[in-house]
């Protein structure tokens, strides 16, 4: 039978979880209760639950080309109600990826795919602020601004969504966090000065446009956890966002 190995691989997987938990799957069968939504690339290297090391139930996923946010997208918006209003969720993660085929291809001339409909945000923006990619050293380093630029763009669009702004005006705690995967190292990196938790904080961030010629320092985990080791014992001298 075509794809027994992966029905074998299914068998082995689910004894193993059982080995490990007895109770795993009953728990699971209960109820979901995800910690996280997550929204990134369907960019077979980048899953949720591998790269987070989080168990099935541990986090809701929604996937597209290039993690983008189209605000008519009906697929999405249903995702993101229903972690919002019925699963509580308090974080949403967008999570981009450098090596992103989707973003790279926004950066190029060919617009013969059904992708390059779905891609025109990033496109727009791209040729909108062409002068500022221009100016930076490499094609390397304009493909990794572009996918931090759209990480931004998109929790900007999740913050404007009104599923976002009655659960911030009801009080409901609510956090975007802005993340980049390297596939290269596995690490997860944070967008530090992205984190949008208010109607007043997302008003008061800058110009989007203004991001295409001011560097993210998007910070990796091993970073980020060496900082605040730093912080504790160094008060006042640490990381500040
Ligand atoms: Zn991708």
Request: aromatic content about 8%; glycine content about 6%; overall charge negative.
């Amino acid at each position: 039978m075509r794809l027994s190995h992966l029905l074998d691989r299914n068998v082995r997987w689910a004894q193993r979880k059982t080995e490990e938990d007895p109770t795993f799957f009953v728990r699971m069968a209960e109820q979901q209760t995800p910690r996280y939504l997550w929204l990134g690339c369907s960019d077979s290297r980048v899953t949720a639950n591998d790269v987070l090391n989080l168990d099935p139930g541990d986090v809701f996923v929604h996937r597209n080309i290039a993690n983008v946010v189209h605000t008519s997208d009906m697929n999405f918006l249903a995702v993101l109600e229903f972690a919002v209003e019925v699963l509580k969720v308090q974080d949403i993660i967008v999570c981009g990826h450098y090596g992103c085929g989707g973003v790279q291809r926004a950066l190029g001339d060919d617009r013969s795919a059904l992708a390059d409909h779905w891609l025109q945000p990033l496109v727009m923006y791209y040729r909108k602020n062409h002068a500022a990619f221009d100016a930076l050293p490499d094609q390397l380093a304009r493909h990794q601004r572009m996918v931090e630029v759209n990480v931004e763009m998109q929790m900007r669009r999740i913050a404007q969504t009104p599923i976002v702004e009655a659960a911030w005006a009801s009080g409901q705690t609510l956090h975007i966090h802005g993340w980049v995967y390297g596939i290269h190292d596995g690490l997860l990196r944070n967008l530090c000065s992205s984190t949008s938790s208010s109607s007043a904080a997302r008003d008061a961030l800058e110009s989007l446009d203004a991001r295409a010629s001011h560097p993210f320092e998007p910070q990796p985990a091993i970073r980020l956890h060496a900082l605040d080791a730093f912080a504790s014992c160094c008060e006042g001298h640490g990381r500040t966002s």
